[in-house]
């Protein structure tokens, strides 16, 4: 069986947006240190992988949210490695009130890129046996992202890459992209909206001193607000999104 790993972890101020919710970027960050507690528990945390001269990154997200962790409050966070294959990883998160009432599931897909080649690697198996995640041969099936429609998208907003922005493999850390994507959403609808739903698929490395811009799309139907969004490093696409929103109720 797959080994779990679980711990608490109570909500700063620091960690919250104008609604005393976790923001999302946030979300993923507390997500991705307990992953990262339990690498080091099995003896495969990030010294181990990085002497095989290789690093996990993400690809992939899906998420279901209740609701966010609110500023103040202690939640569980959890995490597993659900399945593998020759050169993908599936790990699912999720975080808990106490009593155990689920609150966010998060669906995740990985891979090893070599640091020498920045190009996608086989799964060493060494790495992979700890978590006792099943071996399937072939790749789990995971939402497609609609484009975001060029005549009906925003104006594209620059963000300028910060050294502060890049983590230990050298590129943007995965969470930036909320940052970049709802940020450029404003104020007002940030503040009258609650996510319920994301997907979001990384193609491209973004790396110091690049400049990439965020665009949005909004598409209203009968059951949901819903934006779709690109980050754009001049002519490349790096990663997209889908969100789904439900009104905020204060």
């Known amino acids: 069986m797959a080994q779990r ?7 700063h101020y620091y960690e919250g947006n104008t609604k005393g919710q976790m923001t999302l970027a946030m979300l993923i960050n507390v997500a991705l240190l307990v992953a990262g507690q339990q690498n080091d528990q099995l003896g495969v945390g990030a010294t181990e992988v990085q002497r095989h001269g290789v690093g996990w990154v993400v690809t992939q997200y899906e998420m279901a949210i209740q609701r966010m962790p609110k500023v103040g409050e202690t939640v569980t966070f959890g995490t597993v490695a659900t399945a593998y294959n020759k050169f993908f990883c599936y790990r699912d998160l999720w975080v808990e009130t ?3 009432q689920r609150l966010v599931t998060i669906h995740s897909m990985w891979v090893m890129m070599d640091y020498q080649t ?4 086989a799964i060493i198996p060494e790495i992979i046996a700890p978590y006792e995640a099943e071996q399937i041969k072939g790749v789990l099936s995971r939402p497609r992202i609609a484009h975001v429609a060029p005549d009906k998208a925003s104006a594209a907003q620059p963000y300028r890459v910060r050294y502060f922005d890049i983590d230990r493999n050298q590129h ?3 969470s930036h992209y909320f940052d970049w994507m709802l940020d450029h959403l404003g104020y007002d609808f940030l503040s009258q909206h609650d996510i319920v739903h994301v997907v979001i698929r990384y193609e491209r490395e973004v790396q110091y001193g690049n400049v990439p811009t965020s665009q949005y799309q909004k ?10 969004h690109v980050i754009m490093n001049q002519d490349q696409r790096c990663a997209e999104a889908e969100i789904h929103w439900q009104p905020h109720e204060g």
Do not use: S
Request: hydrophobic share 35%.
């Open 5 to 11: 790993y679980c711990t608490q972890h109570q909500v």
């Open 98 to 100: 106490l009593d155990g």
């Open 118 to 121: 920045r190009k996608m690697r």
């Open 172 to 174: 943007v850390n995965n």
């Open 219 to 228: 598409v209203a139907t009968d059951d949901a607000l819903i934006t779709r």
